[in-house]
């Protein structure tokens, strides 16, 4: 049987920092707020002429390079993102144009913060099919383009950036198991208001802006994500004593200490990355790997589950031994 691992990982997050303090001055918070109720302390916002696909090719570079592999040695691209640089084509086309990939199956995937653990997931399935050989996987976004900068209840909360990983085929696992999951009667409770096909009008005004019921999506995902973590073991045989880290969807860490809690998980196997970046949707999961494996923490062998939440609602997580 074939199964897929990952070769090399690389991230990327935009020049420009804004810490809670810079918020302080801009929307009636504090620092204190921020960092109490979800961990954050800064995040990374693109320049205004920065795209989704900029920062996917910088991430991609490293990820080539750490797997030891050029863009000819690549023959699928996917890419999770929620902020596509234009409605089409998509992202992934336009990330193998400028990494000079060749012609081969390129495709943005929508999922929300989940976008980059279903791009993973994808990509491990055409691996074990023997329809793809080696895999560029990105979870990336602009979020900060989407944010109202008056609303004080969603702007402190997200930032931009992209991690990637490069996903090719191994005798031995690899990824052992994926949970995938979605509940549409949930949108009310996170979303952005249009889209391509509805109200597209409201494109530059007051209206375009993330609408967030926090505290409800709060409760869903601590409940979700204890259920979907316990999942994906169970598929793979695996008892939670086992794991080695948890790479959590990086969006608050009071979800990540609760999540931890429930796997019996010291907060040490745990990669936590959001006070860096804030909430990067999908590009969360991929970032905090990269960061995990380029400081040394997370090592050949190791046993892994990644996990993420979002929009939709949707949820995942991917089981790994890296
Ligand atoms: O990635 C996709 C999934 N997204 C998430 O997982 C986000 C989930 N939700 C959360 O992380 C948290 O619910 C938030 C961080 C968004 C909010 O934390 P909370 O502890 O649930 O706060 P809250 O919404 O209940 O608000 C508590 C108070 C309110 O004031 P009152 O009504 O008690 O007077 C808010 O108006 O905090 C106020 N508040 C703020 N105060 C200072 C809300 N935002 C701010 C702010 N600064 N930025």
């Not at 916002?45 to 996917?56: F, G, N, W, Y």
């Not at 009667?185 to 996170?190: A, D, F, N, S, V």
Request: proline share 4%.
């Amino acid at each position: 049987m074939t199964y897929s691992r990952i070769a090399g990982t690389g991230r990327y997050l935009p020049e420009k920092i804004l810490t809670n303090f810079d918020l302080e001055k801009m929307v009636d918070t504090t620092d204190e707020w921020i960092r109490t109720r979800t961990g954050v302390e800064r995040r990374h916002c693109v320049a205004p002429d920065q795209t989704t696909s900029d920062m996917c090719v910088e991430a991609a570079k490293l990820a080539m390079e750490s797997a030891g592999v050029g863009p000819a040695d690549i023959d699928m691209v996917i890419v999770g993102t929620t902020s596509p640089d234009l409605i089409f084509p998509n992202v992934g086309t336009l990330v193998q144009h400028r990494l000079g990939i060749p012609s081969c199956p390129a495709f943005s995937l929508e999922a929300a913060c989940t976008g980059f653990i279903y791009a993973l997931t994808t990509a491990d399935k055409f691996i074990k099919a023997d329809a793809a050989k080696r895999v560029l996987v990105i979870g990336a976004e602009c979020i900060t383009k989407l944010i109202d900068w008056d609303d004080r209840n969603t702007c402190v909360l997200f930032g931009d950036g992209a991690g990637a990983v490069i996903l090719e085929p191994s005798d031995e696992p690899g990824i052992m198991a994926c949970h995938l999951g979605a509940d549409g009667q949930y949108k009310e409770l996170l979303y952005y208001p249009f889209g391509a096909s509805k109200d597209l009008a409201k494109a530059g005004t007051d209206e375009a802006a993330i609408r967030m019921s926090g505290k409800d999506v709060f409760k869903v995902a601590v409940h979700t994500l204890g259920d979907v973590a316990s999942k994906t073991l169970d598929a793979a045989g695996i008892d939670k004593s086992e794991l080695d880290w948890l790479v959590p969807h990086q969006a608050n860490l009071r979800i990540i200490q609760a999540t931890a809690k429930r796997l019996d998980l010291p907060m040490e196997k745990v990669i936590v990355t959001v006070q860096d970046h804030g909430n990067t949707s999908a590009a969360s999961v991929p970032l905090a790997l990269d960061v995990g494996v380029r400081d040394g923490r997370i090592q050949r062998g190791q046993l892994v589950l990644m996990e993420a939440f979002g929009g939709g609602f949707t949820w995942g997580s991917v089981l790994m031994r890296f």
